[in-house]
């Protein structure tokens, strides 16, 4: 069975132990998107970076959904983006999950279904990241990902193209990972 792959990116409130979900990203291999705002994050840890590179960078207006499988979009609680998510996932046979530097971002994806043995059964539980493809074909993996992938990037354009937006950062992910791969 072939695993459609789906590259994600999550904006959170930290680098920290108890950092809570702001905003989720993903887009399959084919071009389908899922993007969620939550409502619920905890704004007590938001701070002045935060706000400029993250929170400024949401763009749904409050209660907009749009369940379109292949362009989903919600701005709700955690409860709202899990039943979402679901929904959205449901549509792959099999799923591999691509990331970046994924340790928050596969540990949030985790927690938006409660723990790792309840994530949809669809989705392989390894995932897998860009970073690593970086090292191993001997690319600093602290490149800038808008500069790696600029000649994938001018070729397509999505509606939000601002850094540290959960759906771009995503989209950029896939096209970084389309050149590598290429």
Not at 162 to 169: F, G, I, L, R, S
Request: charge should be negative; glycine fraction near 4%; aromatic fraction near 14%.
């Amino acid at each position: 069975m072939s695993k459609t792959k789906i590259f994600f990116d999550t904006e959170f409130t930290g680098l920290h132990q108890k950092t809570t979900l702001i905003s989720i990203g993903l887009i399959s291999e084919c071009g389908k998107k899922f993007y969620a705002e939550l409502t619920d994050y905890d704004k007590t840890q938001i701070d002045d970076w935060l706000q400029e590179n993250v929170i400024n960078n949401l763009y749904l207006s409050e209660n907009e959904n749009d369940a379109n499988l292949d362009d989903w979009k919600i701005k709700g609680d955690s409860d709202d983006v899990k039943a979402g998510l679901e929904v959205w996932l449901s549509q792959f046979e099999a799923v591999e999950i691509w990331s970046d530097c994924l340790s928050y971002d596969w540990v949030l994806f985790n927690q938006i279904f409660g723990h790792a043995f309840n994530i949809p059964k669809n989705v392989y539980y390894i995932p897998f990241d860009i970073c690593t493809l970086f090292q191993m074909q001997g690319i600093d993996p602290d490149i800038s990902r808008e500069d790696f992938a600029k000649d994938y990037l001018v070729k397509v354009a999505y509606q939000s193209g601002k850094k540290h937006n959960a759906m771009w950062d995503a989209f950029v992910i896939r096209e970084c990972y389309r050149k590598l791969s290429a």
